[in-house]
Every structure is written in C-alpha cells, then in structure tokens.
C-alpha cells in the first residue's frame, strides 16, 4: 500500500449523513484515493471502509474482510474497492437474513445487533472504470451492505429503534 492514513469522520459530521456524489474522472487523484482509503481502513483496523468516512463526498468503497459465514474455514478475504456501487440483495421474503452484532469506525467501541440479508452482491466500476462484481455472503453480505448505505448517507445506527441508537450514540459520544 502507498497511501496515507486520513483521520475517521464521526457520527454527526454532514459528509456522512447525505448520499455521496457519483464519480465521473477516473484519473492518478481516484486511484491514490482510494489507496488513501485502505491505508486509513487498515490504521483504524476496520474491514470496509467508505469515501465519506475519510470526508470525501464521493461513491467509493474499500473492503478487506474475512469470509467467515462461507461455510467452510478457508481463512479466506474478500478485498476490493468499488466506484459508484449499485447493491444488489434477494427480493424481501425471498432471502435469508441474519441479526449479528455490527459497528462502524464512525461510530466508535459500540456494537448493535442489526438484520441483515444473509447474501449481497455490489456491481460497480473501479478505478479505471472496468466493471467489478462483489458477491458475499454472512459478514461480507454485511460489509457490503454496510459500506453501500454509508453512500446512501445512511449508518447503522440509523436502521435501530430511536432509543437504542440514542444510547449508542451517548456511549460512543460521552462528551456530547
């Protein structure tokens, strides 16, 4: 990796709470962005990581997880980025879903349980505008889902009952 590690953006900054602008150049300042983003999602040991979370208004995620939930202990990652994701998931009712516990870098040393889709697929394009396909499964259904509603302007902490997030939102912010 050659990119530098930016500071996290946190809970309440406006940059995370609005849907992120689709990306039109795909030139040398995309490409070392999106280094950028995995240099800053592996210093905050974080598995995915979207453009708004390091403030830059612009749909793209990075994503380095592990496969868990495949089935099999492979020890395998998903790793990639994505320009301009478009989220895919089973129709409503149609689809496994599974309630684990989930956090954010944004939202830091708090954890909620959240239902998910059990599967997600993610089309985009990458840095050089070539078509990429992510498909996941379990925590990486997650990542996805998770990294694509950060661009929506959307946290978790947004998908909980009012008073659960208030309380989150009060342990991961005490001097608020």
Do not use: K
Not at 17 to 23: G, K, L
Not at 69 to 88: E, K, M, S
């Amino acid at each position: 990796m050659t990119g530098s590690a930016r500071a996290i953006t946190m809970h309440g900054q406006d940059v995370l709470h609005r849907p992120c602008a689709p990306v039109t150049v795909f030139d040398a300042a995309l490409a070392a962005l999106v280094e950028d983003m995995f240099a800053s999602m592996y210093a905050a040991e974080g598995v995915g990581l979207a453009a708004n979370q390091i403030g830059v208004d612009a749909r793209i995620f990075v994503i380095d997880c592990p496969d868990l939930d495949t089935g099999a202990d492979t020890g395998g990652r998903t790793v990639g980025h994505v320009v301009n994701p478009v989220l895919q998931l089973p129709p409503p009712g149609l689809g496994e879903t599974l309630v684990r516990d989930e956090g954010c870098l944004s939202v830091p040393g708090v954890h909620a349980a959240l239902e998910r889709s059990a599967a997600a697929t993610v089309t985009g394009v990458d840095v050089h505008g070539a078509p990429v396909t992510i498909r996941g499964r379990g925590l990486v259904a997650r990542c996805l889902q998770h990294e694509c509603d950060h661009l929506d302007g959307l946290l978790y902490v947004d998908r909980l009952p009012a008073q659960r997030r208030l309380r989150l939102l009060t342990e991961a912010f005490p001097a608020r």
